[in-house]
């Protein structure tokens, strides 16, 4: 089946720092994908729909400006966390819809800790 | 925006068991109900998933049905096994894309 990757796995920085994760779709191109945040033993919130080409759109509530998002090409899309802080640690995770109606392939997630 | 509640929290049972998980929603626009099995660390993987126009399926062990009226659609896992345990979130979509995950479900199979 459809791979997602998502790298790093695991990621330490220092309070007002940036960190860059990357989501790839590993044999087959989506033109969009999607960024969830997970804290612990909670659900996944969707955050934004990654488009190819043009800008994300945020769910409500998520800011644009501190949660970057990239999708340069047809098998990457990029979360850049700006400023992070504490309250930003958080398992991130990245979906990416294959061709079937319903088939949504999501990442292994990107443990993000900020200190 | 959709609403998705999922119960029980936890669930401890015996193996050879079933287990029923409990979902409703709140758009009567979504149309696709996924359910997903995630284990610590890891993403969520799609174990069974329904459609509005059906009102129940089933994969071996596993099923799922659908109430469209109420609302609300259940997981039934029977003759539950160890290696069941893990987190299971239920999920709601009007596009097949965007998913609305419930607040998941920790199932302890006891051997």
């Known amino acids: 089946g459809a791979v997602v990757s998502q790298h790093p796995s695991w990621v330490i920085c220092k309070s007002g720092t940036s960190v860059k994760i990357e989501c790839r779709s590993l044999d087959f191109q989506a033109t969009t994908m999607f960024w969830y945040r997970q804290f612990p033993k909670q659900s996944l919130m969707l955050m934004a729909t990654?488009?190819?080409?043009?800008?994300?759109?945020?769910e409500q509530g998520v800011e644009k400006d501190k949660f970057l998002i990239n999708h340069a090409s047809l098998t990457l899309s990029t979360l850049t966390v700006t400023s992070a802080h504490p309250e930003d640690s958080s398992f991130y995770i990245c979906?990416?819809?294959?061709?079937?109606?319903?088939?949504?392939?999501f990442g292994p997630g990107t443990r993000l800790t900020v200190t | 925006g959709e609403n998705v509640e999922q119960h029980p929290s936890t669930l401890s049972v015996q193996e050879g068991d079933s287990a029923v998980i409990k979902c409703t929603y709140s758009?009567?626009?979504?149309?696709?109900f996924p359910w997903y099995k995630q284990e610590l660390g890891k993403g969520p993987q799609l174990i069974i998933d329904?459609?509005?126009?059906?009102g129940e399926k089933k994969d071996q062990r596993i099923a799922v049905t659908l109430n469209k009226t109420a609302k609300h659609f259940s997981l039934h896992i029977t003759e539950t096994q160890p290696e069941d345990s893990a987190v299971y979130f239920c999920?709601?979509?009007?596009?097949?894309?965007?998913?609305?995950f419930g607040s998941g479900t920790k199932l302890n199979v006891k051997p």
């Open positions: 758009d009567s626009a979504s149309n696709y």
């Open positions: 329904i459609r509005s126009n059906v």
């Open positions: 999920a709601a979509s009007t596009d097949f894309n965007k998913f609305y």
């Open positions: 990654s488009n190819e080409g043009s800008k994300a759109t945020y």
């Open positions: 979906s990416a819809p294959g061709q079937g109606a319903g088939e949504q392939y």
